[in-house]
């Protein structure tokens, strides 16, 4: 058996900890993306496009996220050709990602008063010129704080992907202790990760809630 060192085991969590990190990114910029674009759709006047996004958000929704990415894996494999647990977990997790930001700004958006699509109106303005320089700006402040408070829920989500045979923190982990036998250790150490990249997240989407209540207070 292979003696692993306490450094050794903290070493290789780290290393996989940058896979986290990035598959979190690409999971949060990718549904972004598709999350904006969706939520233009649904607030367009077109009646299918409406119900096409609503489908959309509604199917991921609704379904778990493990069994999306056992989907997209081995559904890849038996329906057109075998494809990576890298690019398996990037598209499941964008579409989920995108699929609650579309909701998130939607939201935001219709919280803004209907009085200043009004007010644009009267002043000429249409509605690109509108949603630029008079709705946006606005959701865009009462978006912040979901967004960032989501982005936490999106860097745990990456913990699944092990489950395809993505080595992230939660699979490094997991052949850590398959090689050790100490779990206490490692999933200690392994929760501890998780929690430094999380916990400062949270911090700030409180941080830009209270200053947005007490922005709305002045």
């Known amino acids: 058996m292979i003696e692993f060192t306490f450094w050794d085991i903290l070493r290789n969590l780290l290393l996989a900890t940058r896979w986290t990190i990035l598959l979190s990114l690409i999971a949060f910029v990718g549904g972004a993306t598709v999350g904006l674009l969706l939520t233009f759709m649904r607030l367009s006047s077109n009646r299918w496009l409406q119900r096409l996004t609503s489908l959309y958000v509604d199917l991921f929704q609704g379904t778990p996220l493990l069994m999306q990415l056992f989907l997209i894996f081995f559904g890849a494999a038996a329906m057109w050709h075998p494809i990576s647990a890298w690019l398996a977990a990037s598209v499941a997790l964008t579409l989920f990602t995108s699929a609650f930001l579309c909701d998130i700004w939607r939201g935001c958006l219709e919280a803004v008063a209907k009085g200043q699509w009004h007010a644009a109106r009267v002043l000429g303005m249409n509605y690109f010129q509108t949603m630029r320089h008079v709705i946006l700006p606005q959701a865009l402040r009462l978006s912040i704080p979901p967004t960032v408070g989501f982005s936490v829920q999106v860097i745990k989500g990456t913990a699944l992907a092990s489950i ?55």
Do not use: H, Q
């Not at 993505?166 to 490094?172: M, N």
């Not at 779990?183 to 830009?208: D, E, G, K, N």
């Open 164 to 218: 395809i045979g993505f080595v992230e923190l939660t699979k490094a982990g997991t052949m850590l202790n398959n090689a050790t036998f100490e779990p206490f250790t490692i999933f200690a150490l392994v929760a501890l990760l998780y929690f430094a990249l999380c916990f400062p997240l949270s911090c700030y989407a409180r941080y830009l809630e209270k200053k947005l209540y007490d922005a709305g207070l002045r």
